[in-house]
């Protein structure tokens, strides 16, 4: 079965800092993997994606995320926080069961960024 | 860019009434999805459908709920006797092949009172 843990459920950085947000997956075969961010009361945006291509994705805003499959991680970046980048962040891991395929959420990641 | 849309935005009902959310896939696409996020939670896998048929569903899926394409366009998810515990984000998410990228809608926030 597959799954997802996303490491912190809090992250507060400093504007013009680093962003880390640690996903770790687990799947029986090669995933496909997403980030994707949710505004306060708004749906989710997706970032980036992973589907077996590079193991560097670039996705928008400036966010980057590294396939590991050694260390079955999915971690996202960012060089430099924005003040507009304060949000709740999902890794998502995709699962087939039963012949469907379906999308698997972490628990999610909450970013501050402090002015 | 096509997208997919939901309707209605956010839905107040009365603890025992029904409801039915619906959504207005992107036009090619043939695999549908639901999704719930109850407030300050995870988003939770609901049911899948294909072809006019349920693929898999969740446990959270029970007798209470029910989806259908009733008009080729529209996907409906109705919720016949609402409870406390309903309240939530509803996402609908479709996509073009069963391994194809989903796409999620903006979302139907319902709250039963």
């Known amino acids: 079965a597959q799954s997802v843990t996303q490491l912190d459920s809090h992250v507060s950085v400093s504007e013009g800092t680093p962003v880390l947000l640690r996903c770790n997956y687990s799947s029986s075969y090669s995933p496909s993997l997403f980030w994707y961010v949710q505004h306060p009361n708004k749906g989710l945006q997706l970032l980036l994606k992973y589907t077996s291509a590079a193991t560097l994705v670039k996705g928008i805003n400036g966010f980057e995320a590294e396939f590991k499959k050694s260390e079955t991680s999915f971690h996202l970046t960012k060089p430099s926080a924005h003040m507009s980048d304060a949000a709740e962040y999902f890794c998502?891991?995709?699962?087939?069961?039963?012949?469907?395929?379906?999308?698997?959420f972490g628990t999610g990641t909450r970013l501050k960024v402090l002015a | 860019e096509p997208e997919v849309t939901q309707t209605p935005s956010h839905q107040v009902t009365q603890m025992g009434q029904e409801v039915i959310l619906r959504c207005v896939p992107i036009s090619n696409h043939l695999y549908f999805y639901w999704y719930r996020q109850i407030l300050g939670q995870k988003v939770e896998f609901l049911v899948s459908?294909?072809?006019?048929?349920?693929?898999?569903k969740s446990e959270i899926f029970d007798d209470q709920f029910s989806v259908e394409r009733p008009d080729g366009s529209n996907f409906t998810l109705k919720i016949r006797s609402t409870k406390l515990e309903d309240s939530a984000m509803y996402f609908c998410a479709t996509s073009s092949g069963v391994w194809g990228e989903q796409f999620f809608g903006p979302g139907t926030r319902l709250t039963v009172l």
């Open positions: 998502v891991v995709s699962g087939s069961t039963s012949g469907t395929y379906k999308y698997i």
């Open positions: 459908f294909y072809n006019n048929e349920i693929s898999e």
